[in-house]
């Protein structure tokens, strides 16, 4: 999918859902479905690159992060480690962030972040940090979609 049909998708689930509960439950169903995971990701996430230009972009899986997004999630599912070895730019930071955010915001689970520096946990405002990309996430949810799972905006510093 290239980034205009999915800014167009984006743009038109938005919508329906922003005037339709009835819309609001058929996504809120797809992101609880078996590989909903994807659908979140592809339809309602957002990452950030300083280096582009709009630095906010959605996130629009790569067929490798598919696979990589689906096995991290059966991994939790399955109460299993997993180690992965990475190079930079592959999005390996974002994808784990985004299914523990989706598993949060969905299924109600809690995760434990740690990092080799304790900055790069929890420093409000650096996006090197995991719990502000998760910040990020969250802040370019959609409303509806922030509301029907239960998060409070006014919460933005005390995940």
């Given at each position: 999918?290239?980034?205009k049909d999915?800014?167009?998708?984006?743009?038109?689930?938005?919508?329906?859902?922003?005037?339709?509960?009835?819309?609001?439950?058929?996504?809120?169903?797809?992101?609880?479905?078996?590989?909903?995971?994807?659908?979140?990701?592809?339809?309602?996430?957002?990452?950030?690159?300083?280096?582009?230009?709009?630095?906010?972009?959605?996130?629009?899986p790569y067929?490798?992060?598919?696979?990589?997004?689906?096995?991290?999630?059966?991994?939790?599912?399955?109460?299993?480690?997993?180690?992965?070895?990475?190079?930079?730019?592959?999005?390996?930071?974002?994808?784990?962030?985004?299914?523990?955010?989706?598993?949060?915001?969905?299924?109600?689970?809690?995760?434990?972040?740690?990092?080799?520096?304790?900055?790069?946990?929890?420093?409000?405002?650096?996006?090197?940090?995991?719990?502000?990309?998760?910040?990020?996430?969250?802040?370019n949810l959609?409303?509806?979609?922030?509301?029907?799972?239960?998060?409070?905006?006014?919460?933005?510093?005390?995940?």
């Amino acid at each position: 999918m290239d980034l205009k049909d999915n800014l167009i998708e984006r743009v038109l689930i938005k919508q329906n859902c922003e005037k339709d509960k009835v819309c609001q439950a058929e996504a809120i169903e797809l992101c609880k479905r078996p590989k909903g995971v994807l659908h979140f990701f592809k339809y309602f996430l957002w990452t950030y690159d300083p280096r582009e230009t709009p630095s906010d972009r959605p996130f629009i899986p790569y067929d490798y992060q598919e696979t990589t997004i689906l096995q991290i999630e059966q991994d939790i599912i399955r109460g299993e480690s997993n180690l992965f070895v990475k190079t930079r730019d592959m999005g390996l930071t974002w994808m784990v962030l985004g299914v523990f955010l989706h598993r949060w915001l969905f299924f109600d689970e809690s995760f434990m972040l740690g990092s080799r520096k304790q900055e790069y946990v929890d420093t409000i405002g650096d996006m090197d940090s995991h719990f502000e990309r998760i910040r990020y996430m969250l802040r370019n949810l959609p409303n509806w979609l922030v509301a029907v799972c239960g998060w409070n905006r006014a919460n933005d510093g005390f995940l």
